[in-house]
């Protein structure tokens, strides 16, 4: 029995466990997704396996009936519903508190995203599973989901970041000695190493990762790799290597009948060749790339057009036959002809209603295409937005890069809660979590009211700041009305497992340079002597009070009222006016 027989046994199998056990072993149905691959019966199963675990409120189990029918959707080529699903599946994994099933439900959302050919969240998803996959023993699965999440920034052209979580895999894969695993790490080690330049070792790489994938009989990567490099070497100009890698390739999936790498090598050779001026070999390879693209884009569609044209064929030898045996009345000579005239429309009709269809069901692809397009570019803006201001992140999309700005007048607050570091020794890491929570989810929504921008937390600081990334002439007083409202919430009284904490603000406005730093987790920060010195009006303030510097009070005395407290020095910045608002 071939292993695709001894699967399909295993899900019949399961399907008559779970009928002998009277339909109330739901650990059935969720182990029965591991071995149905035909997406109709696993939509089937999944609806059933969704009501019964929403009957008993089954978080766990929901999850896992809610992955089921995403995979139906998977398998039928609708990424889009499947998404929906997979995204469902997690938000039951992570009520359930299983970080098996939270890490299952990333890895299958950052799958979906990669056979969408949407890299940069598929990446994203990858890391989330991977922060997860940390806590478990499971070193394989978290191998995979780093290796994978390493395969994603290759596409992105993120070279360094693809070469850590590749090294990062193949030593996780080399520990558990999974050699499969190291095979495909040294493949992606190669297509990293020349896309650097660094032909020797990446050939050597290559050549590794193909001895060991031989060994299993895994070629279509092979040809994958061989693929990769003669495109590599054919966009550096070096023709003669690239038309080694992709000969090599088309011997390999012609041996073995990789009909899709086939047309992927032919269309490769007949690039390379064109590249050397010879225009014969290049037409020869290119109608050969078309041929097996057609072959494996169409088969279906060549299959049908093959039947009509057969009984086509068939029908016409018929009706000679019955036009030489009928010769002798003019009649049944109508009469054939006649057959032969209705057999010709009853073909064209035929052809017509083909045509029809295939024209529906590329409309149907093309909008079902363009829709998950428009859904996964508003789910990228989005979370692009949730870490950098729109207009930063217009100028990211758009130039591919930020340029850092000068601002002269912005005003930066900074808060920090009283005996923070005492507190958290004494209370439980998830009560202090959720108390800061708490807080800071308020003062989000503050900087949102009065159009600040909210720079970042440092454990129990928080730091924003007005004036930018556009300019306003009110900026210090949108701060110090926003620092008032955070104030008076603090002294509000506190749900139940909420710290009450006491604060301290402080204020200042000047000139600051602002820009993005780095290029993994992008950060919109601001730097110069204005955020030097509002920090330091934020440590000489006091619990339950707002300490502005005198700048800031020039621009705000005619609007409130302030307590003037002296000229204070402060650590390496001299001697500074300092004032409480009241």
């Given amino acids: 029995m071939d292993e695709s027989s001894q699967i399909r046994s295993k899900a019949d199998s399961i399907?008559?466990?779970?009928?002998?056990?009277?339909?109330?072993?739901?650990?059935?149905?969720?182990s029965f997704m591991v071995y149905e691959a035909n997406p109709d019966s696993l939509l089937k199963y999944g609806k059933i396996y969704l009501e019964k675990a929403q009957r008993d409120s089954l978080d766990n189990h929901l999850s896992s009936a809610y992955s089921m029918i995403g995979y139906s959707y998977k398998y039928k080529g609708d990424l889009s519903k499947a998404l929906e699903y997979f995204f469902e599946s997690l938000k039951y994994a992570q009520k359930s508190g299983s970080m098996k099933a939270q890490g299952r439900s990333y890895v299958t959302i950052a799958d979906t995203y990669s056979a969408s050919k949407n890299s940069q969240n598929a990446a994203i998803y990858y890391r989330k599973s991977i922060e997860v996959l940390?806590?478990?023993?499971?070193?394989?699965?978290?191998?995979?989901?780093?290796?994978?999440a390493g395969d994603e920034y290759?596409?992105?052209?993120?070279?360094?970041?693809?070469?850590?979580?590749?090294?990062?895999?193949?030593?996780?894969?080399q520990k558990i000695d999974f050699e499969l695993g190291q095979a495909y790490c040294l493949g992606n080690l190669g297509m990293i190493l020349a896309e650097y330049g660094d032909k020797l070792t990446s050939e050597r790489r290559i050549n590794e990762a193909v001895a060991i994938l031989e060994k299993y009989e895994e070629y279509y990567p092979i040809s994958v790799y061989l693929n990769y490099m003669s495109n590599i070497y054919l966009e550096k100009g070096d023709r003669i290597s690239a038309l080694t890698y992709a000969q090599r390739s088309l011997d390999l999936?012609?041996?073995?009948?990789?009909?899709?790498?086939i047309s992927e090598a032919n269309l490769l050779l007949s690039n390379i060749y064109e590249a050397l001026n010879n225009s014969t070999k290049a037409l020869e390879y290119y109608k050969k790339h078309i041929q097996y693209r057609d072959s494996v884009n169409n088969i279906q569609a060549v299959q049908e057009m093959a039947n009509l044209r057969t009984d086509y064929e068939v029908s016409q030898k018929q009706a000679e036959v019955d036009l030489l045996e009928s010769a002798a009345t003019i009649a049944t000579l109508r009469a054939k002809r006649q057959t032969l005239l209705l057999y010709g429309v009853l073909v064209m009709f035929i052809l017509v209603g083909l045509l029809a269809i295939g024209t529906f069901r590329r409309f149907k692809f093309e909008k079902e295409t363009k829709k998950i397009i428009e859904e996964e570019k508003n789910r990228s803006d989005q979370?692009?937005?949730?870490?950098?201001?729109?207009?930063?992140?217009?100028?990211?999309?758009?130039?591919?890069?930020?340029?850092?700005?000068?601002?002269?007048?912005?005003?930066?607050?900074?808060?920090d809660f009283k005996s923070f570091s005492t507190m958290a020794e004494e209370i439980s890491p998830e009560k202090l979590v959720e108390?800061?929570?708490?807080y800071f989810k308020e003062f989000d929504r503050i900087t949102d009211k009065y159009g600040l921008e909210k720079i970042k937390t440092i454990g129990d600081s928080y730091m924003c700041a007005g004036g930018l990334p556009t300019e306003n002439q009110r900026n210090a007083f949108d701060v110090v009305q926003a620092a008032q409202e955070m104030m008076e919430f603090t002294k509000k009284p506190?749900?139940?497992?909420?710290?009450?904490?006491?604060?301290?603000?402080?204020?200042?406005?000047?000139?600051?340079?602002?820009?993005?730093?780095?290029?993994?987790?992008?950060?919109?920060?601001?730097?110069?002597?204005?955020?030097?010195?509002?920090?330091?009006?934020?440590?000489?303030?006091?619990?339950?009070?707002?300490?502005?510097?005198?700048?800031?009070?020039?621009?705000i005395k005619d609007e409130f009222d302030c307590e003037y407290r002296g000229s204070i020095e402060?650590?390496?910045?001299?001697?500074?006016?300092?004032?409480?608002?009241?």
């Fill in 494 to 555: 506190k749900p139940e497992g909420i710290v009450p904490f006491e604060m301290r603000i402080g204020i200042h406005t000047g000139p600051i340079v602002a820009g993005i730093v780095g290029v993994k987790k992008w950060q919109y920060d601001i730097w110069g002597d204005t955020v030097n010195i509002a920090s330091r009006m934020e440590s000489n303030s006091q619990e339950g009070k707002i300490n502005i510097s005198g700048k800031t009070y020039e621009i």
């Fill in 134 to 148: 940390e806590q478990e023993s499971d070193s394989t699965s978290l191998g995979s989901a780093i290796f994978n």
């Fill in 253 to 261: 999936a012609g041996k073995y009948g990789l009909k899709d790498q």
């Fill in 154 to 173: 290759l596409k992105l052209g993120k070279l360094d970041s693809a070469l850590l979580f590749v090294e990062r895999a193949q030593l996780i894969f």
């Fill in 383 to 415: 979370l692009l937005l949730n870490i950098l201001p729109e207009e930063i992140a217009d100028e990211l999309k758009i130039h591919g890069k930020v340029k850092a700005h000068r601002f002269n007048s912005v005003t930066v607050l900074f808060t």
């Fill in 435 to 438: 108390s800061i929570d708490y």
């Fill in 15 to 30: 399907k008559e466990l779970y009928y002998a056990s009277g339909e109330k072993n739901l650990d059935h149905l969720a």
């Fill in 570 to 582: 402060i650590k390496n910045r001299g001697i500074w006016d300092m004032y409480f608002l009241k």
